[in-house]
Nanobody, 122 residues
């Protein structure tokens, strides 16, 4: 069984910073892309940032220059450093990872965490 567990969400004032973490655990052979998505009330889930196993990154235009995604492959963990937060960044943030399990080495499956709430408000 594979699990993704996010942490680090909370309430922060506009202009503040938060660091989200997402740790993957279980019978994991390898992890390819890892990413962060978010869903604000009444809106569809959207990509925030994504990072490949080799380190290539992709960001939504709305967060470029403010958010930084990184990963620690030894710990199967992805991070999202969020700076200069704005009220419009308020959302539930979800972690996603493309994982190959030992039990099914020919399949790359997409897993999701349960999300962590980020609220940006004064």
């Amino acid at each position: 069984q594979v699990q993704l567990v996010e942490s680090g969400g909370g309430l922060v004032q506009p202009g503040g910073s938060l660091r989200l973490s997402c740790a993957a655990s279980g019978s994991i052979f390898s992890i390819n892309d890892m990413g962060w998505y978010r869903q604000a009330p009444g809106k569809e889930r959207e990509l925030v940032a994504r990072i490949a196993s080799g380190g290539n990154t992709e960001y939504a235009n709305s967060v470029k220059g403010r958010f930084t995604i990184s990963r620690d492959n030894a710990k199967n963990t992805v991070y999202l450093q969020m700076n200069s937060l704005k009220p419009e960044d308020t959302a539930v943030y979800y972690c996603s990872a493309d994982i190959i399990r030992y039990s099914t080495p020919t399949l790359r499956l997409n897993f999701w965490g349960k999300g962590t709430l980020v609220t940006v408000s004064s």
